[in-house]
């Protein structure tokens, strides 16, 4: 199998714990790079060779929000598959995030599974 990377960004340090946990259950899928705010994101992004395979990108943040975290980083980096995340469960992010190209998975589904199948 092949195994697909990721970054995680979120300002709250407890979500990255707890992200990391659940997805590293599956050895197909690899945390590489983790940031607490959008800014860190789109310094980190260009940093990492080869680009992950996609980001998981919290939608409430301070500074950048998620959606223009997620419009400078497909700039910076249009292969890399985002998924956006919200702890509010909204319809509306749903819909948002498809029209910037992301996909959105609401933080309480959060899975290796889930986000495997969103990077495909």
């Given at each position: ?8 960004v979120d300002d709250q340090p407890d979500f990255l ?104």
């Amino acid at each position: 199998m092949t195994r697909r990377t990721l970054i995680v960004v979120d300002d709250q340090p407890d979500f990255l714990k707890i992200a990391r946990s659940r997805l590293t259950r599956d050895e197909t899928l690899e945390v590489i790079a983790e940031a607490t705010s959008g800014e860190a994101a789109l310094d980190l992004v260009p940093q990492l060779q080869p680009t992950p395979d996609g980001v998981l990108l919290d939608v409430e943040m301070p500074g950048l929000d998620g959606f223009e975290t997620a419009r400078r980083l497909r700039a910076l980096a249009p292969e890399l598959r985002i998924i956006l995340t919200s702890a509010s469960d909204t319809s509306h992010y749903g819909v948002a995030a498809g029209r910037i190209g992301a996909a959105f998975l609401p933080k309480r589904s959060l899975s290796a599974e889930a986000v495997l199948h969103l990077l495909d």
